[in-house]
T-cell receptor, first 112, second 114 residues
Framework: QKEVEQNSGPLSVPEGAIASLNCTYS??????FFWYRQYSGKSPELIMF??SNGDKEDGRFTAQLNKASQYVSLLIRDSQPSDSATYLC????????????WGAGTKLIIKP | DGGITQSPKYLFRKEGQNVTLSCEQN?????MYWYRQDPGQGLRLIYY???????QKGDIAEGYSVSREKKESFPLTVTSAQKNPTAFYLC?????????????FGPGTRLTVL
């Protein structure tokens, strides 16, 4: 069974520090990887996606992909209280045009 | 403004009642999806549609039905056969061009069974 695993948290990080969120996936053939942010009571919002090994940076966010070890990470630099949310990892199922397999999310708390 | 709208925001259902959740998008996306989210869990796919007049069951389709008569619209009906419908329902859409399938979400409908 295809799985995407995330530590549920909460992960508590001081304001201004780097928050590191991790996600592992079971299907070695997975190609595309997505990070979504979900505030309490709201719908998920796409932050970044990555499809090749290495790092992808967008502002304070960096996604890291390691296909050999089957994990994808999201780093948030200079964490702000507004970054406090649940972060969902999603992986595109191999051979599928539509299916994303979702992790249960990691709750991140940024402490002022 | 381009985006996805869902209505209503909150919905209350009595036992044995069918209810329909609306989802509309003006992003010109081909694919649309319905997910269910329960507390502390990931998103679970109910139904998806890649083209008009065609849709497929997801992982938890039992007790739900959909239609796709227009590209912009993908309503979800929660039938009385769904025994535990209280959840947060999310509609999403994506373009199938490019192959990455970034999905974008509407604001959601919170359904409660009375």
């Amino acid at each position: 069974q295809k799985e995407v695993e995330q530590n549920s948290g909460p992960l508590s990080v001081p304001e201004g520090a780097i928050a590191s969120l991790n996600c592992t996936y079971s299907d070695r053939g997975s190609q595309s990887f997505f990070w979504y942010r979900q505030y309490s009571g709201k719908s998920p919002e796409l932050i970044m996606f990555i499809y090749s090994n290495g790092d992808k940076e967008d502002g304070r966010f960096t996604a890291q992909l390691n296909k050999a070890s089957q994990y994808v990470s999201l780093l948030i630099r200079d964490s702000q209280p507004s970054d406090s949310a649940t972060y969902l990892c999603a992986v595109k199922a191999p051979g599928s045009n539509y299916q994303l397999i979702w992790g249960a999310g990691t709750k991140l708390i940024i402490k002022p | 403004d381009g985006g996805i709208t869902q209505s209503p925001k909150y919905l209350f259902r009595k036992e044995g009642q069918n209810v329909t959740l609306s989802c509309e998008q003006n992003l010109n996306h081909d694919a649309m999806y319905w997910y269910r989210q329960d507390p502390g869990q990931g998103l679970r796919l109910i139904y998806y549609s890649q083209i008009v007049n065609d849709f497929q069951k997801g992982d938890i389709a039992e007790g739900y039905s959909v239609s796709r008569e227009k590209k912009e619209s993908f309503p979800l009906t929660v039938t009385s056969a769904q025994k535990n419908p209280t959840a947060f329902y999310l509609c999403a859409s994506s373009s199938l061009v490019g192959g990455y399938n970034e999905q974008f979400f509407g604001p959601g409908t919170r359904l409660t069974v009375l």
